[in-house]
């Protein structure tokens, strides 16, 4: 039983859903996060030759005021990676403290893997 409008572009796959008289909200964004050109010790430390060991950077998404009234469902994927060839990729990217505000996105490193820049997409859901 559908009350009102459902509009779908693409697949829908619903199992064991119960909604009713909820409103779920959507933000997205693409976020380029450049190690390379920084000056910023923070985010030299990626690229920097000769690191080894874990190295991580965060960075800060707000959502706009009111999107959220309580702390969504956040997903971050990574859509672009710049590493020098001449050492291991490794890399992972997370979504962390997230609120009805915001959330971090957390890149990290390790052994002696150079990161010049990422690229992070991600699609926040909730109420």
Do not use: C, H
């Not at 910023?40 to 959502?63: I, L």
């Not at 403290?97 to 997409?121: E, P, R």
């Amino acid at each position: 039983d559908l009350n009102g409008n459902l509009l779908v572009s693409g697949s829908l796959l619903l199992d064991n859903i119960n909604v009713k008289n909820m409103r779920i909200n959507l933000a997205q964004g693409y976020e380029s996060i450049i190690f390379w050109n920084s000056t910023d010790s923070e985010r030299t430390k990626m690229y920097k030759p000769g690191a080894v060991g874990g190295r991580t950077f965060t960075q800060q998404v707000s959502f706009k005021p009111g999107k959220f009234a309580s702390a969504p469902q956040v997903v971050v994927s990574l859509a672009g990676l710049d590493t020098d060839k001449g050492f291991n990729v490794r890399t992972t990217i997370n979504a962390e403290s997230i609120s009805a505000s915001g959330f971090s996105i957390k890149v990290a490193t390790w052994g002696d893997s150079l990161v010049y820049g990422v690229v992070v997409s991600w699609i926040a859901f909730g109420v």
